[in-house]
């Protein structure tokens, strides 16, 4: 068996447990019965079933790979916790990546994990429940939804769709992130809010938009979505250029090839 073949093998397994999840949500369902909490910072939400998605996939996940750590955006719901950039292997999840949207009901969130190893994702399942479109990647195998091949666009930046995130949890970068806008709106074609990160880098690398940036995500945010951008001949880093890792949070910027270079133009 080659090591393609042990991941795709792996892959195939981690899909099935990540649209299991995914599937289970209640989309749509009265915010009264979601049991929200805040977290910290403004905006910042979690509902009993963010943690009760973490706790199904973190078990399966063991099962699966018990030599794997697990870390999961969520407290008290079976993370390990632990430096992704520095473990032979873990899992790096979040199990409703888009939870402002989940809790009213507006139908674009995901499950998203990765599977990493030496600090590196080689697994990557994005799992939109609302289309039923499960987005996948394997390290040097390819990036695909629902069994299709993904590439990037190759829409030049006068018309490009771009994506982007406001940070909502982090108020101080707000203006900057509307003076980004303000330089970027006259250079390219409109941009989106869509509001799940893990689901902006997926659509990505389908070419469904041509670039993305947020000036501050957590590493479960990008960490499947960055294999299924550069697995379908996207780029994505931090804000100068450099790798993400997935140990800290960081800006993150991704694109086709000419739109990765107007955002990292725009974002110094
Ligand atoms: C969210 C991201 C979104 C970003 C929010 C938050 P969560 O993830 O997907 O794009 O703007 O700040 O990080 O918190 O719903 O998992």
Redesign the pocket.
Known sequence: MTETDRLWAMKTKLEELVCRAGDALPLGRDASQLQIQEKSGPA?YVTVFDKATQQFLAEGCHALAPEALFIG?EEDAGGDGGNADTLPCCFVV?P?????NFIRGWRHSAVSLAYLEQGQAVIAVVYDPALRECFTAVKGAGAYVNGQQLQVSDTPCKDAVVGF?????YPALRQQSIQILDKLLPQIGDVRRA????L?LAWLAAGRMDGFF?LR??PW?WAAGSLLVTEAGGMISDPVGAPLGYAVPKGVVAGNDQLYRLLLSCLR
């Open positions: 910042n955006e979040d409703i990546d888009g939870t402002a995130g406001s940070s909502p949890y509001g799940s990160a893990a902006d947020e995500l957590s945010d």
